[in-house]
């Protein structure tokens, strides 16, 4: 078996200090490294991007919004239940992870406080979870009620947090239906897109509503045999237009995270061609995929044996990376969603 099709070859050890607990303020402040297209890397901050960009290049946004997920609540019988809700199904139905899963049958339900029930009505067997389907007051709907009851889910490796839940949101996040952050956009300030354009660097927005799919671990040793859950995607024809603008102008398209990038490409998947596309995707990214829309690529650092880590892997190729990694663990850069960034030029 081909080496970048094993997953052992995508594993490496990260000293548990650095994985960030907590983001840097401002978000700009966070270290970026960079990576030329050659053998070359070099260290910067994130407010030094409209410095590493030229006029004419296109970032592309994933605008999607957090929401607040994570619900606790209790069984008729008083035993506690943790709710993670994954997929907005339709009619206050929704796909959801339910701890502890196994004792939740068809019909059991769960109490939320006093605003809010849910009824087990199927099982999910590609993801183990639950689908739910809640009772809601006619006199309110049910996003105004998850507001009051539910939480922005952080991800399982920040547990020594003292960040509050809009520094888990881009600043220009819009779109709600996403249970992560596109934590690349984290780094984006205000202040640091009007010197994007400023400096005629523009930027598009695309919708990825991060799902499981996303950051559940590849388990099979032949990544060949790993299937991606699918995710809702949307790309309307304003994107596609600045992409093909952009291109025709010898400019970069530069994808701002992974979930940009699954998004532009799995669009030109769907269709074979740059066009407007809204529904989902399951494109799974490792080395020997051709990419067909990006030019770059700004990302975090990304867990080990991750779909992501495969991804970037097939930007620059996985023995490189790894190098890359290993050099930014040794630089003591700061790992994974509230962590720093990198910035690849191809």
């Known amino acids: ?21 907590n983001p840097v303020i401002p978000r700009d402040t966070s270290r970026l490294l ?37 619900l606790y609540g209790k069984k008729s019988t008083g035993a506690q239940v943790e709710v993670l809700l994954v997929e907005e199904m339709e009619n206050n139905c929704w796909l959801a992870l339910v701890k502890p ?31 739910l389907q809640f009772e809601v007051n006619p006199c309110q709907s049910f996003w105004e009620i998850l507001d009051k009851v539910g939480n922005i889910p952080f991800p399982p490796y920040v547990t020594e947090s003292q960040a509050n839940p809009q ?46 799919g996303t950051f559940r671990p590849v388990e099979v040793e032949d990544i060949l045999n ?31 995270g992974t979930t940009v990038v699954r998004t532009l490409e799995g669009a030109y998947q769907q269709q074979q061609k740059l066009a407007p596309f809204s529904g ?14 990006i030019d770059g690529l700004i990302t975090n650092f990304h867990l080990p044996k991750s779909s992501l880590l495969m ?19 040794e630089e003591k850069y700061r790992f994974y969603s509230f962590g720093d960034g990198m910035f690849i030029q191809i």
Do not use: C
Not at 230 to 251: H, L, M, S
Not at 311 to 329: D, H, N
């Open 1 to 21: 078996m081909n080496l970048d099709q094993q997953l052992s070859s995508y594993d490496y050890y990260l000293p548990l200090e650095l994985i960030a607990q």
């Open 34 to 70: 960079v990576v030329k297209s050659q053998e070359t890397i070099n260290h910067h901050v994130f407010s030094d991007l409209p410095d590493l960009l030229s006029s004419g290049d296109l970032l592309v946004l994933n605008d999607t919004r957090v929401i607040p997920a994570r």
């Open 101 to 131: 899963g196994k004792r939740f049958s068809i019909g059991s339900e769960i109490i939320f406080g006093d605003i809010l029930k849910a009824s087990v009505i199927g099982k999910d067997e590609s993801t183990g979870g639950r689908f």
């Open 167 to 212: 520094q888990y949101q881009t600043v220009y996040a819009e779109k709600q239906g996403a249970i992560a952050a596109p934590t690349a956009g984290l780094h984006f300030t205000e202040r640091l897109l009007t010197q994007l354009t400023e400096k005629q660097i523009n930027i598009a927005k695309v919708t990825l509503h991060v799902g499981i």
């Open 226 to 256: 790993h299937e991606m859950h699918q995710e809702w995607i949307e790309v309307n024809q304003n994107t596609i237009d600045a992409i093909k603008q952009t291109k025709e102008k010898g400019k970069k398209v530069i994808a701002v």
């Open 280 to 293: 989902k995707t399951n494109l799974f990214i490792y080395p020997s995929y051709e990419f067909k829309v």
């Open 311 to 329: 991804l970037v892997s097939a930007l620059i190729g996985r023995e490189r990376l790894m190098s890359i990694y290993q050099k930014a663990i």
